[in-house]
């Protein structure tokens, strides 16, 4: 019914009108809009099959409904209807051009109306219940968005393997998923990587209406070519019917879906194939055969699907020999472009190798271009992957909106981890690839607004979110060498290992990326250095974030705790846990071996703390979120640094294991008349530890 300002009033029990046979993807977006109106209204809709007797009809536009002629549209009609009474009522009718139009309408639908943001579900959004919904009857054409093809690379399987029990992943873990990147607007996924083959994850996706596409290490999703052939040389010089059977395969199982053909060759492992293939010792064989293979695959989806779309992922070595003139690429492909993996786009670091070549289309490259972008990476050295993005918005908006005008526009596929704790970034990439710029300011008001219910403290939640980067280590000279949490885990197994290998008179070349070409001692003490910063910048940043959190209500401090404690929590107890093992490693070398126990100690404790913050996020529906933290592996760190003091503990303490008490702890008139029938039971670890610590009047 309408009320006197000509609004459509809703509530109660909402009347539903939809055609007869929507595709699976309009089903799947009809089924969350019932569940957001029940959540709001309290009342579950009521589907049915009269349109004169339905508030809201969903359908497929007409010609007189005049919606945008492009992919995508949809649009908002209000219509008068003969109700059998004396004054005609009006329906709102949301109509789109194609399937994804007719999903976008129903999901904006319920973020406008019924509140309902796209990251609702991971953010554990507060959903106010409401008595009625008013919808001003004017007319709405959705806007057209910046990038054709947008999405998310799920990279994180990880996190969402551990989170519940089936394995592959079942729809319990990917409907949340695609639910809110079609929320984002997005439209294409690659949904984990080298996952089981009989897993649901691709059919699904495809299903619920996205576009599916593949990892530049599986071109055309094929399956990889020494899990068919274990025990062959995976070399298509020797063998390219084995390597195109498993070609024709893969297009025969996807055919029939809407797919992004991604065109590769790389080696086994998501490496250079030449590592397999050490023929090809030139960029002029090697670009031969990466460009006669590109070829082979487009020319194989061309004769089996109709009008396809393409694209070919410049990373890594694929990239360096397009710039060199040694790759030549079928025009109308997309040639993709990769960010480093910390967001500049410019080559990516390989060991200890960063050439920083740009990586973006130039003025003569002609075609179409696309992104490959980062907002959470591993690569076993300073990579975030369970924590946020630790540059700025700013960078981000400077790093993609440089792109666009690049024109590199057509694509965007973005690494998005597992969605949890990588909100801001997501909302950053969402807003840039519908519009194509980005007011940062405005952006992370309304994100703030979106998501949290205190309006009296949204300035101070917005500070944190904006200072979060200024508190980020800067381990390097380049604006995007920020420390993610990943940093203060595998540079310290390195150097445990190192360290216990005997090695210390030889630098250890993993760590020249970080702290150089420098003799071992001067790494480790590069490292305490760069953490003796970061463990201040941390600190005073999670003591303001403490200090916010006081005043916040129950539901939005268990937001806040979730979406930014978290996040600072995680990179402090990182950092002081790394810094103390450094320390350890400084008083051992001048032989004060208690003392270096204590602080290896002490770093085993901060890095249980991380552990700590860990299992407290597992709470409800998040309940063993963290469980397969296989990655950063903070638990691993523990037991490397548990490892190290039980072997600092060798040297002074053995064989008896009761000399450091004697020696420390023991009261002066003990230590020369006791007998040791009745005192040599040795104190553990943790005990001896800690009453080392305090006998030493450290500050730990």
């Given at each position: 019914m309408l009320d006197r300002n000509n609004q459509l009033q809703l509530k109660g029990t909402v009347h539903i009108h939809t055609a007869e046979q929507l595709p699976s993807a309009v089903q799947y977006a009809?089924?969350?809009?019932t569940r957001d109106f029940e959540t709001v209204l309290g009342s579950k809709p009521e589907l049915v099959s009269n349109s004169e007797a339905a508030e809201l009809c969903i359908r497929f536009a007409a010609e007189q409904d005049h919606c945008p002629q492009r992919a995508e549209a949809f649009g908002f009609r209000f219509y008068a209807q003969d109700s059998g009474t004396t004054s005609p009522s009006t329906s709102m009718h949301i109509v789109g051009h194609d399937t994804l139009g007719l999903v976008y309408g129903l999901l904006e639908f319920s973020r406008i109306y019924l509140g309902i943001q796209p990251f609702w579900f991971w953010a554990d959004q507060a959903i106010e219940q409401r008595s009625e919904i008013r919808i001003p009857c004017e007319s709405y054409d959705s806007p057209e968005a910046k990038v054709r093809y947008r999405g998310w690379f799920v990279n994180d399987e990880v996190c969402l393997i551990g989170w519940k029990k089936p394995y592959?992943?079942?729809?319990?873990?990917?409907?949340?998923?695609?639910?809110?990147?079609?929320?984002?607007?997005?439209?294409?996924?690659?949904?984990?990587?080298?996952?089981?083959?009989?897993?649901?994850?691709?059919?699904?996706?495809?299903?619920m209406g996205l576009w599916v596409t593949h990892h530049h290490a599986?071109?055309?999703?094929?399956?990889?070519?020494?899990?068919?052939?274990?025990?062959?040389?995976?070399?298509?010089?020797?063998?390219?019917?084995?390597?195109?059977?498993?070609?024709?395969?893969?297009?025969?199982?996807?055919?029939?879906?809407?797919?992004?053909?991604?065109?590769?060759?790389?080696?086994?492992?998501?490496?250079?194939?030449?590592?397999?293939?050490?023929?090809?010792?030139?960029?002029?064989?090697?670009?031969?055969?990466i460009s006669k293979v590109i070829r082979k695959q487009y020319d194989m989806i061309g004769s089996a699907v109709a009008n396809p779309v393409c694209c070919v992922a410049l990373y890594g070595e694929i990239s360096e020999l397009y710039k060199g003139g040694y790759i030549d690429l079928p025009d109308d492909v997309i040639k993709v472009w990769a960010d480093n993996g910390y967001g500049r786009m410019v080559?990516?670091?390989?060991?200890?190798?960063?050439?920083?070549?740009?990586?973006?289309?130039?003025?003569?490259?002609?075609?179409?271009?696309?992104?490959?972008?980062?907002?959470?990476?591993?690569?076993?050295?300073?990579?975030?992957?369970?924590t946020l993005f630790p540059g700025s918005a700013a960078f981000l908006k400077q790093e993609i909106e440089a792109a666009f005008d690049a024109g590199a526009d057509q694509y965007l596929l973005l690494n998005c981890g597992n969605i949890r704790m990588h909100l801001y970034s997501l909302d950053i990439i969402r807003e840039l690839w519908t519009i194509g710029e980005i007011d940062i300011e405005q952006h992370l008001q309304r994100f703030v607004s979106s998501y949290y219910?205190?309006?009296?403290?949204?300035?101070?939640?917005?500070?944190?979110?904006r200072t979060y980067s200024e508190a980020a280590l800067q381990y390097g000279l380049n604006a995007d060498d920020l420390?993610?949490?990943?940093?203060?885990?595998?540079?310290?197994?390195?150097?445990?290992?190192?360290?216990l290998q005997g090695k210390v008179d030889q630098p250890d070349p993993r760590l020249f990326w970080a702290v150089g070409e420098v003799p071992f001692d001067a790494q480790v003490k590069g490292f305490e250095t760069r953490l003796a910063s970061g463990m201040q910048q941390w600190k005073a940043w999670l003591d303001r974030c403490d200090e916010v959190l006081a005043k916040l209500g129950e539901d939005d401090r268990k937001r806040a705790i979730d979406q930014l404690r978290f996040q600072g929590a995680?990179?402090?107890?990182?950092?002081?846990?790394?810094?103390?093992?450094c320390r350890a490693y400084d008083d051992f070398r001048q032989q004060r071996y208690a003392q270096a126990f204590v602080c290896a100690s002490q770093s085993m404790w901060c890095y249980q703390e991380g552990l700590k913050v860990l299992r407290q996020s597992e709470h409800d529906k998040w309940e063993h979120f963290y469980e397969a933290d296989w990655l950063t592996n903070i638990e691993s760190t523990v037991h490397n640094v548990d490892t190290l003091r039980r072997f600092i503990r060798m040297f002074g303490d053995s064989p008896d294991f009761f000399l450091w008490y004697k020696e420390y702890l023991m009261p002066?008139?003990?230590?020369?008349?006791?007998?040791?029938?009745?005192?040599?039971?040795?104190?553990?670890?943790d005990e001896l530890a800690k009453r080392l610590g305090e006998f030493f009047n450290s500050s730990f």
């Amino acid at each position: 019914m309408l009320d006197r300002n000509n609004q459509l009033q809703l509530k109660g029990t909402v009347h539903i009108h939809t055609a007869e046979q929507l595709p699976s993807a309009v089903q799947y977006a009809l089924r969350m809009l019932t569940r957001d109106f029940e959540t709001v209204l309290g009342s579950k809709p009521e589907l049915v099959s009269n349109s004169e007797a339905a508030e809201l009809c969903i359908r497929f536009a007409a010609e007189q409904d005049h919606c945008p002629q492009r992919a995508e549209a949809f649009g908002f009609r209000f219509y008068a209807q003969d109700s059998g009474t004396t004054s005609p009522s009006t329906s709102m009718h949301i109509v789109g051009h194609d399937t994804l139009g007719l999903v976008y309408g129903l999901l904006e639908f319920s973020r406008i109306y019924l509140g309902i943001q796209p990251f609702w579900f991971w953010a554990d959004q507060a959903i106010e219940q409401r008595s009625e919904i008013r919808i001003p009857c004017e007319s709405y054409d959705s806007p057209e968005a910046k990038v054709r093809y947008r999405g998310w690379f799920v990279n994180d399987e990880v996190c969402l393997i551990g989170w519940k029990k089936p394995y592959p992943p079942s729809p319990e873990v990917w409907e949340p998923v695609f639910e809110a990147l079609l929320r984002c607007g997005g439209n294409m996924v690659i949904p984990g990587t080298d996952l089981p083959r009989d897993g649901i994850h691709y059919k699904l996706a495809s299903e619920m209406g996205l576009w599916v596409t593949h990892h530049h290490a599986e071109p055309l999703g094929a399956e990889m070519f020494l899990r068919a052939y274990p025990g062959r040389n995976a070399s298509y010089h020797e063998a390219p019917e084995l390597f195109e059977r498993l070609w024709e395969e893969a297009i025969e199982e996807q055919k029939d879906m809407n797919v992004l053909w991604v065109l590769s060759f790389r080696g086994q492992g998501d490496k250079p194939f030449w590592i397999d293939d050490p023929a090809f010792d030139t960029s002029e064989k090697r670009g031969a055969m990466i460009s006669k293979v590109i070829r082979k695959q487009y020319d194989m989806i061309g004769s089996a699907v109709a009008n396809p779309v393409c694209c070919v992922a410049l990373y890594g070595e694929i990239s360096e020999l397009y710039k060199g003139g040694y790759i030549d690429l079928p025009d109308d492909v997309i040639k993709v472009w990769a960010d480093n993996g910390y967001g500049r786009m410019v080559s990516r670091r390989h060991g200890n190798l960063n050439l920083r070549v740009p990586s973006l289309p130039t003025a003569g490259d002609q075609g179409e271009h696309g992104l490959y972008y980062h907002t959470t990476f591993h690569d076993l050295q300073a990579s975030n992957h369970l924590t946020l993005f630790p540059g700025s918005a700013a960078f981000l908006k400077q790093e993609i909106e440089a792109a666009f005008d690049a024109g590199a526009d057509q694509y965007l596929l973005l690494n998005c981890g597992n969605i949890r704790m990588h909100l801001y970034s997501l909302d950053i990439i969402r807003e840039l690839w519908t519009i194509g710029e980005i007011d940062i300011e405005q952006h992370l008001q309304r994100f703030v607004s979106s998501y949290y219910s205190d309006t009296d403290h949204y300035r101070e939640l917005a500070e944190l979110y904006r200072t979060y980067s200024e508190a980020a280590l800067q381990y390097g000279l380049n604006a995007d060498d920020l420390a993610g949490d990943e940093y203060y885990h595998h540079p310290a197994r390195q150097m445990i290992g190192h360290w216990l290998q005997g090695k210390v008179d030889q630098p250890d070349p993993r760590l020249f990326w970080a702290v150089g070409e420098v003799p071992f001692d001067a790494q480790v003490k590069g490292f305490e250095t760069r953490l003796a910063s970061g463990m201040q910048q941390w600190k005073a940043w999670l003591d303001r974030c403490d200090e916010v959190l006081a005043k916040l209500g129950e539901d939005d401090r268990k937001r806040a705790i979730d979406q930014l404690r978290f996040q600072g929590a995680i990179h402090l107890s990182g950092c002081e846990g790394f810094y103390w093992l450094c320390r350890a490693y400084d008083d051992f070398r001048q032989q004060r071996y208690a003392q270096a126990f204590v602080c290896a100690s002490q770093s085993m404790w901060c890095y249980q703390e991380g552990l700590k913050v860990l299992r407290q996020s597992e709470h409800d529906k998040w309940e063993h979120f963290y469980e397969a933290d296989w990655l950063t592996n903070i638990e691993s760190t523990v037991h490397n640094v548990d490892t190290l003091r039980r072997f600092i503990r060798m040297f002074g303490d053995s064989p008896d294991f009761f000399l450091w008490y004697k020696e420390y702890l023991m009261p002066v008139t003990e230590k020369y008349i006791y007998l040791e029938n009745t005192h040599r039971n040795p104190l553990s670890d943790d005990e001896l530890a800690k009453r080392l610590g305090e006998f030493f009047n450290s500050s730990f």
